[in-house]
């Protein structure tokens, strides 16, 4: 047995893709939808940690940062970020955290042939995702990163973090148009209801740009509409979650990682 | 979200027979197996209790006894049983346990034509299945009940609670011989391992009498072997499981009782 938590969990695809990943691979196992409010966490997470046919589970909002300080242990990544996205159950009910966004979303990049070194990147978004993006980034070595941030001092704080531990990289906050950069990232939920307003001006996108989602559903927001519609090109919010499968099941003991 | 608790939850069947009902209605549902011991039973129902998209779940050993006792509200047939194997989650997180081994044991018999109104009953068990349907057979209006169990002084205790609740059932605590009885019941766990003990001594069977099972795996017991070569109808486990989906599947608000 594998979960995954949120709230809401409607909109949450990460079971109908492990189920079916699972099925492939004939691995006798489910991954099941969970929804607990913040309030109901920590008694939700004594609860798992006496299930002993539970091998771990997937973390999605609102829980990812809650996750880091509840989880008996997280990952040097996890602490880093201030977040966590998967969790192992070990066999004596002790739960591991750790954070696969970043690492899984720039897997995704790469294995749709766009390789981030050295690339100007620009992000909108200082949350838990786009902080995990950040950081993997950084790690991946991009020659600039601007985030931009509706609420402007979210995105200091994070460029200022993210400075503090990649000191060599170019790296700020910056305004709602990514013009001057190859890579336009949107790392927020907007994109998820309708009506939503775009992350960035749609007028500043240019033909030579990659425009990428962390938003999986619908699969082709307003944003990619809008980048299509100006001859970008653009890179799904499934990849991510694609590239964090594997990471993930390893992680969680499912099959050894490749 | 629905599941069952269990320990250990190998052997249980009610996650496919439920899931299948499911599909079969188009029910946008699913029964999962929760593995918890006796140990982690409160703590794992605060965590339930925590979580917003489950509907319930079935209770079944070793938990069933201490379910009545860690609920939120227990029915009169709980309460009367000590025992309960079907928990409602309302929307405001309260757990209301209820029992329906025994109503579904009849419902079973009845249902393949075995009315056990006025028929002598021999039963071997005095645990928590084996309560329920001592209940549910003095409800249904048998004409005697004869309890066996191979710590006696639990049938005898198991006959009197039948008879301080039924006054004018003929109930009694009787020997491993069901000589004189219409239905033989197992209501024990015997059966479910390869080399356990038979239920009953298999040379007391006669054509005349049907021989029913609770255990569902395997199929067909040990018992249900003895009773058929002695020329005995026979009555299996999988049938109380059958009739009890209708009944749980209505008190958990997945379906109005028809």
Redesign the interface.
């Known amino acids: ?1 594998f979960a995954i938590l949120a ?1 809401p ?1 409607d909109h949450v695809r990460t079971p109908g893709v492990f189920n079916a990943w699972f099925a492939a691979r004939r691995i006798d196992a ?1 991954l ?6 913040p ?3 920590a ?12 091998g771990g589970f997937v973390v999605t909002m609102p829980h990812k940062t809650a996750m880091v300080g509840l989880a008996d242990e997280a990952s040097r990544t996890a602490q880093l970020i201030g977040a966590a996205n998967t969790v192992r159950r070990d066999r004596d009910g002790r739960l591991i955290a750790t954070m696969f966004d970043g690492e899984g979303f720039v897997a995704g990049l790469r294995s749709h042939g766009h390789e981030p070194r050295g690339r100007r990147v620009w992000m909108a978004g200082a949350g838990g995702v786009a902080c995990a993006i950040a950081f993997a980034l950084a790690e991946a070595g991009v020659g600039r990163l601007t985030i931009h941030n509706r609420t402007a001092a979210k995105a200091v704080e994070l460029a200022a973090r993210v400075r503090a531990a990649y000191p060599t990289l170019e790296v700020a906050a910056g305004s709602a148009h990514p013009g001057g950069h190859d890579i336009v990232i949107n790392g927020t939920a907007l994109g998820l209801h309708d009506g939503d307003a775009l992350p960035c001006d749609p007028a500043a996108l240019r033909p030579d740009m990659l425009v990428a989602e962390v938003v999986m559903q619908p699969e082709t927001t307003a944003l990619l509409a809008a980048a299509t519609a100006r001859g970008c090109r653009i890179h799904h919010g499934i990849h991510m979650l694609d590239e964090q499968i594997r990471l993930m099941a390893a992680f969680m003991g499912i099959e050894p990682r490749a």
Chains 1, 2 share one sequence.
């Open positions: 047995m709230d969990v489910v099941v939808p969970i929804e607990v409010p309030a109901g966490l008694a939700l997470l004594d609860g798992l940690r006496a299930m002993t046919n539970l």
